[in-house]
T-cell receptor
Framework: KQEVTQIPAALSVPEGENLVLNCSFTDSAIYNLQWFRQDPGKGLTSLLLIQSSQREQTSGRLNASLDKSSGRSTLYIAASQPGDSATYLCAADSGGYQKVTFGIGTKLQVIP | EPEVTQTPSHQVTQMGQEVILRCVPISNHLYFYWYRQILGQKVEFLVSFYNNEISEKSEIFDDQFSVERPDGSNFTLKIRSTKLEDSAMYFC???????????FGPGTRLTVT
């Protein structure tokens, strides 16, 4: 059974700082890994998806990497802004009975 | 930009009642999903649907739950006899391909009293 863990649970940084959010998963046989953003009381916004054959994906100030062998993914946010404040979720798609498994998320606060 | 929509945004129902949550996936997508998120907990996969049938379901998706695509645009989740523990945010998602990004709707908050 796939387990996804995200560290840290919460993070507070000053505006402009670069930061890294971590995601680990127990079953390396994944189809893809997707990073989402969730604002309070809202739905999930897809940020980046990394296929199992890829090592990283970039979108603007965001860069996500994937290391299947070690069961890890990281989301790098460059030059953080107050608008980046949200909860960031990673989700591993393993197929099978539990199709997509989410982590609990990292709650990010960027202080102006 | 195309988006997934869900109605209602908030549904309050009494225990034992049936509820139907509605979703309109992105129009050219073929894969549809339901997830739920109990307050303060992880987003949990419920079911995936492709080619007019369930392709995957989780342990949560028991006989009280059913999904349907009644027409070419809607995708519904029915809970036959709601329980207090069904109170959660329910998210619908769709994707164009099995390996591609899932796009989520804004969710329906279900409150069972």
């Amino acid at each position: 059974k796939q387990e996804v863990t995200q560290i840290p649970a919460a993070l507070s940084v000053p505006e402009g700082e670069n930061l890294v959010l971590n995601c680990s998963f127990t079953d390396s046989a994944i189809y893809n890994l997707q990073w989402f953003r969730q604002d309070p009381g809202k739905g999930l916004t897809s940020l980046l998806l990394i296929q199992s054959s890829q090592r990283e994906q970039t979108s603007g100030r965001l860069n996500a990497s994937l290391d299947k062998s070690s069961g890890r993914s990281t989301l790098y946010i460059a030059a953080s802004q107050p608008g980046d404040s949200a909860t960031y979720l990673c989700a591993a798609d393993s197929g099978g009975y539990q199709k997509v498994t989410f982590g609990i998320g990292t709650k990010l606060q960027v202080i102006p | 930009e195309p988006e997934v929509t869900q109605t209602p945004s908030h549904q309050v129902t009494q225990m034992g009642q049936e509820v139907i949550l509605r979703c309109v996936p992105i129009s050219n997508h073929l894969y549809f999903y339901w997830y739920r998120q109990i307050l303060g907990q992880k987003v949990e996969f419920l079911v995936s649907f492709y080619n007019n049938e369930i392709s995957e379901k989780s342990e949560i998706f028991d006989d009280q739950f059913s999904v349907e695509r009644p027409d070419g645009s809607n995708f519904t989740l029915k809970i036959r006899s709601t329980k207090l523990e069904d109170s959660a945010m329910y998210f619908c998602a769709s994707s164009g391909d099995r390996r591609r990004e899932q796009y989520f709707g804004p969710g329906t908050r279900l409150t069972v009293t």
